[in-house]
């Protein structure tokens, strides 16, 4: 069964703007950091952000800083990723993660994927 579940990928044009959310399972949801990465073809997976489950912390990779932010409500188990300025190298596949109970915000330790979300920056 599918516990994570992206949308809001599509095509845009660059310098748009777009927003992904991840609806996830109370289970996988709760007291877990959550995290955005990412997957472009012929290149390795890699992180865009993350959230930690109670106090808000982010983290935020160097390429998506100052465009990208990450959000989450826990009351509605969701995490949104709202992403402006869009660039053609944003074009990949999205992908909500949970990570393993606890606090903090981490980069590692993912154990939980969504099936992903397509984005695709045009020129």
């Known amino acids: 069964q599918v516990q994570l579940?992206?949308?809001g990928g599509g095509l845009v044009q660059a310098g748009d703007s777009l927003s992904l959310s991840c609806a996830?399972?109370?289970?996988?949801?709760?007291r877990r950091a959550?995290?955005?990465f990412r997957q472009a073809p012929g290149k390795e997976r890699e992180f865009v952000a993350a959230i930690s489950?109670?106090?808000?912390?982010?983290?935020?990779s160097d390429?998506?800083?100052?465009?990208?932010t990450i959000s989450r409500d826990n009351a509605k188990n969701t995490m949104f990723l709202q992403m402006n300025s869009l660039?053609?190298?944003d074009t990949a596949v999205y992908y909500c993660a949970?990570?393993?109970?606890?606090?903090?915000?981490?980069?590692t330790g993912y154990h939980?994927?969504?099936?992903g979300t397509q984005v695709t920056v045009s020129s």
């Open 5 to 7: 579940v992206e949308s």
């Open 24 to 30: 996830a399972s109370v289970r996988v949801f709760s």
């Open 34 to 36: 959550m995290g955005w």
């Open 53 to 60: 489950w109670n106090d808000g912390s982010t983290d935020y």
């Open 63 to 68: 390429s998506v800083k100052g465009r990208f």
């Open 87 to 89: 660039k053609p190298e």
């Open 98 to 107: 949970a990570a393993l109970p606890g606090d903090g915000v981490r980069r």
């Open 112 to 115: 939980y994927w969504g099936q």
